[in-house]
């Protein structure tokens, strides 16, 4: 869903902290600046620099999703509470967090659907709620539902009156080429399979050019295949350049896919990086011939040493593994604190 079909929200506070891939940054009550950290396009979790590869150079784009200090109340229940959060242009960032931890409440925030009760938001610049975010927003709910006996080509057609979108058939054939569905494009939605509706649904909310993209839980109900397709349909959005704050459960999901991950817990941010930031080293596991051997204090670079001592001392080895922590032990240290 993009275009004007989404009320203003509001906000008006100073900048507070703010979760990127830098870490948590401080700010004052002067206008808006993005901050260093959000130079370039991203520092992917996937294809992470090495060391030497060339940094990118700063820009003064505005972040594509810009929240500060934003906070939600409603009575004495808090959602959101001082949570502060940067969407670089063509960034993947993985919102994830319990039921109830305030997902749903910024995602409805940065839509203009729900008005902070403090602090600012903000798409491309502008106010979120506003004409102008609203028209670089697209948004797909987790729970949506196309008329069955609209065709793919017909639902595209009723979004892009929706949003004002003038660019017709072209825009038509283009955004359905680009989800896989060109030769689908007449089938009625009652026809599809859940892939394929999935998949239409990231088309509609396409419509109008977006350069945000909201996602919530876009492969919860599909097949491993489905997921497969929405991983790479998102890596071609990456190519675009379109910006995806991507709500889910699915942690392995976002741990594949996304460049960042924001963590939420009671309505505050938790913990937030690279997937291989919020990870860490869990030793070595050799199998050889007399069983298996742990090495918990190694590391990656210390693999061939390990090899070559063993080899020397007349062990037979069968495998090595380098043991890291996976994103879903991050997420239960950040929800679940000891």
């Not at 989404?6 to 808006?32: C, M, N, Q, V, W």
């Not at 359905?176 to 089938?187: F, K, P, T």
């Not at 889910?248 to 309505?267: Q, T």
Request: aromatic share 4%; charged share 20%.
């Amino acid at each position: 869903m993009s275009g004007g079909d989404l009320r203003p929200g509001s906000g008006g506070a100073p900048e507070d902290r703010i979760a990127t891939g830098a870490g948590i940054h401080g700010g004052g009550s002067k206008p808006f600046e993005p901050p260093v950290a959000l130079a370039g396009v991203r520092a992917s979790g996937h294809d992470t620099p090495a060391d030497g590869d060339p940094v990118p150079e700063p820009t003064s784009q505005p972040p594509a999703f810009f929240a500060s200090g934003l906070c939600k109340r409603y009575g004495s229940v808090v959602a959101l509470d001082d949570v502060g959060l940067a969407v670089a242009p063509g960034e993947l960032v993985g919102l994830v967090g319990p039921n109830g931890a305030g997902k749903s409440t910024l995602v409805k925030i940065a839509c203009g659907l729900v008005r902070a009760t403090a602090g600012t938001a903000s798409v491309c610049g502008s106010p979120a709620g506003s004409r102008a975010a609203r028209q670089q927003l697209g948004y797909l709910a987790e729970l949506f539902r196309f008329p069955g006996w609209s065709t793919a080509s017909e639902v595209l057609a009723l979004h892009q009156r929706l949003s004002g979108s003038p660019r017709g058939q072209g825009e038509r054939d283009e955004l359905l080429a680009l989800v896989g569905l060109s030769d689908v494009a007449e089938r009625r939605v009652e026809r599809m399979s859940k892939g394929m509706q999935q998949r239409l649904g990231i088309a509609q909310a396409l419509v109008g050019d977006p350069k945000l993209l909201l996602l919530d839980e876009p492969t919860s109900a599909l097949d491993p295949a489905g997921r497969l397709a929405i991983r790479a349909l998102l890596q071609q959005l990456r190519l675009r350049g379109i910006a995806v704050l991507l709500n889910s459960h699915l942690l392995g999901e976002v741990e594949h896919v996304c460049d960042r991950v924001v963590i939420l817990s009671g309505g505050k941010v938790a913990a937030h990086g690279r997937p291989d930031e919020l990870t860490r080293a869990g030793g070595v596991e050799i199998q050889t011939g007399a069983g298996l051997r742990r090495f918990p204090d190694a590391r990656r670079k210390d693999v061939p040493g390990l090899v070559a001592r063993l080899v020397r001392d007349g062990v037979e080895v069968y495998e090595v593994a380098v043991i890291r922590s996976t994103l879903e032990d991050a997420y239960l240290q950040a929800v679940e604190p000891e």
